[in-house]
């Protein structure tokens, strides 16, 4: 399982680079000594191999990504080194500064955005039928292609200044002979954080956009804390999380309601789950680290839908992109089980000239198709704007 060979390329400065940045600080891991690359049912238990090995000596850490479908294959790297923060911040400075701005840059939506609300309008016939499926969570993209090779070092800087945010830059496998790819953005979903027996979940589902104007961004705010579709929508995600953390944990805390989300283009219902972990020893690593517990959660239904596997299924067959590490989760592990797991949300895969944009959303029986069109457009805001583009200018239909 464990492969010493550097599989996702080597990246700038011969290295690869991978960086994950919130409020609380920032994590710059270079180099890699080890990849990790198990199917998401058996992560824990490889996670917990790779620590009680007597290679695992590097930075004590593995960082990573988890794909959205829980059988393909993880991509988690154990670093050469963690870069010191001062450092690291010099050498984000210098890689952002490389080359040009990436303009212009020719935008193509797959699938349209016609063809995406004629997809959320089947998922509402199924929704409203006899199927059990309850809730699915619809994505779609954007082909953006420059004329200059994307530097996700530079997006990452355009990401800056939201608190409300975790931002990162995590290098994606990619077959032989290809440019390096990376997945680039800055999400506001916390699945799974764990620290000693502490344990956090945050999830997010039901959103609207933030506007300029504050009174009305407030109004937008209060309709959706008043909204009992975003409020069924919401409820499947705690739910769900709550029925799979509650065995392992002594005491687990889900509020009744929502509190409302910010960040600096969106308005989300989130609700912070805690609990004590029954078993926190090293022994209990293999299904209680941070990773396996991650793994255990993904993908929630902020992200995919309820019942799990029929949500699954329709996703498959209503999109025309394939997921891969969107709607995942990015994030680390030490080798005390202690670590962050963030869903991979609001980024764009990042190769050669090209930038993938990926936005969704939560679709039940009550939901309007455009009102979905237009909130994954508004999901696509930050990263448009880490683009350099002029939002103003953009076509109303993208
Ligand atoms: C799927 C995305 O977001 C998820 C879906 C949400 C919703 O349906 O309201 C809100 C937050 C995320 O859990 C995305 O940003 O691409």
Request: hydrophobic letters at 45%; aromatic letters at 4%.
């Amino acid at each position: 399982m464990t492969n010493t060979l550097a599989a996702s390329a080597t990246h700038d400065d011969g290295r690869a680079h991978l960086l994950l940045q919130s409020h609380e600080g920032s994590r710059l891991c270079e180099g890699v000594a080890a990849v990790l690359s198990p199917a998401l049912p058996e992560l824990g238990a490889a996670v917990a191999r790779h620590f009680a090995s007597p290679l695992a000596v590097e930075a004590g850490l593995l960082a990573g990504a988890l794909p959205f479908d829980r059988a393909q294959a993880a991509h988690l790297m154990a670093p050469q080194r963690l870069v010191d923060a001062a450092p690291a911040q010099a050498w984000l400075q210098r890689m952002a500064a490389r080359g040009d701005a990436p303009a212009p840059w020719a935008i193509t939506p797959q699938p349209s955005r016609t063809r995406y609300e004629e997809a959320v309008a089947q998922a509402v016939q199924r929704l409203r039928g006899p199927d059990a499926l309850h809730k699915v969570v619809l994505a779609r993209t954007l082909r953006a292609h420059a004329a200059q090779p994307v530097n996700p070092w530079r997006l990452l800087q355009r990401l800056a200044g939201d608190p409300g945010v975790m931002r990162y830059v995590v290098p994606l496998p990619v077959p032989a002979g290809e440019a390096p790819a990376w997945l680039v953005g800055a999400t506001p979903e916390l699945l799974l954080s764990r620290r000693g027996a502490r344990i956090v979940s945050e999830p997010l589902a039901g959103s609207a956009a933030r506007v300029g104007d504050a009174v009305q961004s407030q109004a937008l705010a209060d309709a959706l804390r008043g909204s009992a579709k975003d409020q069924q929508e919401h409820r499947y995600v705690v739910q769900a999380i709550a029925d799979l953390l509650a065995p392992l944990c002594r005491q687990l805390r889900v509020p009744d309601a929502p509190s409302l989300h910010a960040t600096a283009t969106m308005w989300h219902l989130g609700t912070r789950i805690e609990g004590e972990l029954k078993d926190s020893s090293p022994e209990g690593l293999g299904a209680t680290s941070s990773a396996a517990l991650a793994a255990l959660l993904h993908p929630t239904p902020a992200v995919c839908g309820t019942p799990r596997a029929l949500a699954a299924q329709a996703i498959a067959e209503l999109e025309s992109v394939p997921r891969g590490f969107y709607a995942g989760a990015v994030g680390w592990c030490d080798a005390t089980g202690d670590g962050d797991w963030h869903v991979a949300l609001r980024c764009a895969r990042v190769q050669g000239h090209e930038a993938r944009l990926f936005a969704g959303a939560g679709i039940v029986a009550d939901s309007v198709p455009a009102l979905e069109g237009a909130e994954t457009r508004a999901k696509f805001n930050a990263m448009l704007n880490a683009l350099e583009l002029d939002l103003a200018a953009l076509p109303s239909d993208l």
